[in-house]
């Protein structure tokens, strides 16, 4: 099977439909260093889904390219292709007739994996994306939205693949349980280093997950292509400004985390901990009227402070 | 109510007529059965994975349901001539309808969002057909399985008129059964039906996804 992170390439790829005018995806062109998570965002319609159904051929390209490793998803098998390509969807699309086992075992079983390799597995999988082992043998229907969505994820990557597709996995969500699984997507994604194609239209959950950003128009063009922060100070056009918000500046306060700034020393104050966004410091304290904020550890000691002033810095 | 107690009385006194009848009409529908299955299933579950072919699908069905089986049997004395084929004949053209429109809507009517992971995962046709599709429509393929012998063993009856065995033979002659054997036969068919009709039933319990049992 395969492993490790591919470096995916769209070379001005193209879909047209017979018989309507425009195109879905017009020309793409852009390059997703493995390892990373590039976000396909922009408004519903615009051709995000229909670009990333074109990387596992559930859409043929119609013109272009697109490569994997350097690998044109034309020159290779299908069914070899789709097998080393992670693929979650919003609608989770589990098998409601099979165990939870057997559905994250699907890919392996493909791959003629024994039955013990694949209990092995798949318990290691549930406890990589934060379920009880013990869920291994329920089915489908007995689980909430999200541990369904977790379930979607350890499908994904019970493969071991080098590239993940993701269609708005967690938009069927309720907010609450969304924030839960965005955070642990990303403290996943620190251990499998996977490279990562998210579809979202929402520019929030695009500028938390993603380390680059994929802007696209409708009529499936790219309007801009770079990391959050770029993008966030600097819209290509009115385009991009409109969608990411009169709020950008804002936004741009959630890239930082209260670990990157210089703290005072510890004062009295609202605590809050160092993993926390600067957007959300700033929230907090404007919720309590507090001019400082007391910053703590892990372990919930006081290890600092910090200002208005400085937040704002 | 007399009527009834003759025939069983008549069942009484003619065990092995009926059970040589009762096996002929088994054969009879259970070769008409058999053959419908292997023309229909495959292909309404092919076509139904393709999701192509509704004309067909629902077309055959509508046609095979219009033409009255006594016509076809009639027609069919000029291709087959008198005897079991053309009987067996009539029976298949009533038998493929619900079978294969069945089999067509349980893969067709699949929640699309299972089927589009199935083939995102790199499942091959087939693999999205037996190991996806077929389990979840199970339920309905073996439904049109159901309704199809109940038909065949219903109307197998008519087979006499065309010079087939079967329990037919008993109930168009009452001239030499009497009404009391007429009865007596159309009893035997009724049972037969109503057997037919249980097993699948318990088949289609046993067979559903256990999912639905869980929940």
Known sequence: ?313 | MKTFVDAFRFMADNPHLLLEKTGEHLELSGAALGIALVLALPLGLWLGHLHRGLFLAAGVSNVGRALPSLVLIAFGLTIFGVGFWNNTAALVVLAIPPILTNAYFAIDTCDRDVVDAARGMGMTGMQVLLRVELPLGLPFVLAGIRVASIFVIATATIAAVAGGGGLGQIIVNQASYGLSGVVAASLCVSVLAFAAAGILTLVRRTASPSHESLT
């Open chain 1, 1 to 313: 099977m395969p492993g490790q992170a591919a470096e995916l390439v769209f070379d001005e790829a193209t879909k047209r439909y017979p018989g309507r005018e425009g195109a879905a995806v017009d020309h793409l062109s852009l390059t997703v260093p493995a390892g990373e998570i590039c976000v396909l965002v922009g408004p519903s319609g615009g051709g995000k889904t229909t670009a990333l159904r074109l990387v596992n051929r559930l859409i043929e390209l119609t013109s272009g390219d697109i490569r994997i490793d350097g690998t044109s998803v034309k020159a290779q098998n299908l069914v070899q292709l789709r097998r080393g390509i992670g693929y979650v969807i919003q609608q989770v699309g589990l098998f409601p007739h099979m165990t939870i086992e057997a559905n994250i075992g699907t890919v392996p079983r493909l791959y003629g994996r024994p039955r013990s390799w694949i209990k092995t597995r798949s318990a290691e999988l549930l406890e990589l994306v934060g379920l009880d082992p013990s869920y291994a043998k329920r089915y489908p229907a007995q689980l909430s939205g999200g541990e369904r969505q977790r379930v979607g994820l350890a499908r994904a990557l019970a493969g071991n693949p080098p590239l993940m597709l993701m269609d708005e996995p967690f938009g069927a969500i309720d907010p609450i349980v969304r924030t839960r699984l965005q955070d642990e997507f990303l403290r996943l994604q620190r251990e499998v280093r996977k490279t990562v194609v998210f579809v979202t239209h929402d520019i929030d959950e695009a500028i938390k997950i993603g380390d680059r950003l994929a802007v696209i128009r409708t009529g499936g063009r790219l309007a801009q292509y770079d990391t959050p922060r770029a993008i966030l100070e600097k819209p290509a056009d009115d385009f991009v400004a409109e969608f990411i918000g009169p709020d950008r500046a804002l936004k741009a306060l959630s890239l930082h985390t209260l670990a990157e700034l210089e703290l005072g020393p510890p004062a009295d104050g609202p605590t809050c901990g160092l993993e926390m966004t600067v957007r959300d410091a700033l929230a907090l304290l404007l919720e309590k009227k507090a001019t400082v904020l007391a910053v703590t550890d892990e372990k919930g000691a006081v290890i600092g402070s910090i200002t208005r002033e400085e937040l704002l810095a």
